[in-house]
Structures are given as C-alpha cells and as structure tokens.
T-cell receptor
Framework: NAGVTQTPKFQVLKTGQSMTLQCAQD?????MSWYRQDPGMGLRLIHY???????DQGEVPNGYNVSRSTTEDFPLRLLSAAPSQTSVYFC??????????????FGEGSRLTVL | GEDVEQSLFLSVREGDSSVINCTYT??????LYWYKQEPGAGLQLLTY?????DMKQDQRLTVLLNKKDKHLSLRIADTQTGDSAIYFC????????????FGQGTTLQVKP
C-alpha cells in the first residue's frame, strides 16, 4: 500500500524561485491537508481540502497556493520562495465520515531549504 | 477554533513510566489523538480517545481524558529506548472536516 506519497523529499531553492510540492494518496480519502513543521512550533496547518474542487486556508496560508482537481492529488505551490519558508512540509489525508474522522495518514515529508 | 498546548521535553530512565500532558480548548472535539514521530519520519497514529470516554488502555499505553479541565495525558508504561521520539497530541476542529490542530510536540528522551 502506497498510502500518502510526497515528492520531492529534499529541495533547495533560492529566494524568489517558485516550486510545487506534490502529494498523492491512494486511499480515496476526501480530506487532504498540508502542514509545515518547525522546531518548537509543532505542526501548523497551511491549507486543506474536503474534496475535489474545494480548498480552504489553515493557520499559515500566506505565500502558498493549493488546488484539488482530483481526489488523489493535492499539490502545494510556493509562489515566490522566502527564507521563512524553510521547513519540513507534510501532506496528510483522512476520511471525513464513516469512522475516526481526523485520523490522519501522513506522507514522509519534504524538507525545503530557501537560501 | 482549537488550540492545543504541550510541554516540550521529557526525560525518563528506561523501565520507568512516562506521562506526557496536553491541554486543549475546543470542548466539541469528538476525537483526540496521539501521534508519534521518529527522527526523519512522518507522524504515525499512536492511539486515540473518543470524547465520551475517560480512559483508554492499549497495551503499554494509557490515555486519560479530563473533559472538565480539557486535559489529555498519555502514559507509557515500562518505557523503552525505542520509545524515544516526539509525541504530538491533536484535536479535531470544525465539523466533519478531518482538520486536526496539533500541539507543539513533546520530545521524549529515554536514558538507558
């Protein structure tokens, strides 16, 4: 079972560059989300989606865009990278009904460094 | 919305019990979760408790929920060096969205 797959695992960018972090899940989960993890800050929610065509902002959305054209994919776009976006990014998915809502399944993370 | 707070660090000796504490603000959270993160890895679900329960036991893990004080704890009995990791508590916010809000994470250090 692939679960949640994130690519790339590592990326170095220069300030001002743009890039897309890819996330795909094969569990037919309605809910998908992106978090960033910084030391001492825990995980902070960037954007989330409750289904194809529906996205919403989390706690720290500035500087990031998302789209959800299919159930499986939820890419995160950095429009103009800044050093403050140096972080580890996690994609996660879950069901929204019929069970333990909120039981998130995580990808392995993407470590991004912005110089 | 939900706000979740944890202490940042706990150090115990191998064989002792560990207790990791968490407070939350949203009393409407239906599920509260504990996740474990090992170095360089993503988060994995460790255990959970439904909001109408006071306690849940799962092998070496005991979760206690005090709804009045909005306090959640995770007890690990007979702590092993393999339990060294970061532990996150998380509460559900919003209705039927799966949107979890995480605490800052507690780093558990287990000394031999």
């Amino acid at each position: 079972n692939a679960g949640v797959t994130q690519t790339p695992k590592f990326q170095v960018l220069k300030t001002g560059q743009s890039m897309t972090l890819q996330c795909a899940q094969d569990m037919n989960h309605e809910y998908m989300s992106w978090y960033r993890q910084d030391p001492g800050m825990g995980l902070r929610l960037i954007h989330y989606s409750v289904g194809a065509g529906i996205t919403d902002q989390g706690e720290v959305p500035n500087g990031y865009n998302v789209s959800r054209s299919t159930t499986e994919d939820f890419p995160l776009r950095l429009l103009s990278a800044a050093p403050s976006q140096t972080s580890v990014y996690f994609c996660a998915s879950s069901r929204t009904s019929g069970g333990r809502t909120g039981e998130l399944f995580f990808g392995e993370g993407s470590r991004l460094t912005v110089l | 919305g939900e706000d979740v707070e944890q202490s940042l660090f706990l150090s115990v000796r191998e064989g002792d019990s560990s207790v990791i504490n968490c407070t939350y603000t949203d009393s409407s959270s239906t599920y509260l979760y504990w996740y474990k993160q090992e170095p360089g890895a993503g988060l994995q679900l460790l255990t959970y408790i439904f909001s109408n329960m006071d306690m849940k036991q799962d092998q070496r893990l005991t979760v206690l929920l005090n709804k009045k004080d909005k306090h959640l704890s995770l007890r690990i009995a007979d702590t092993q060096t393999g339990d060294s990791a970061i532990y996150f508590c998380a509460g559900l916010t919003g209705s039927n969205t799966g949107k979890l809000i995480f605490g800052q994470g507690t780093t558990l250090q287990v000394k031999p």
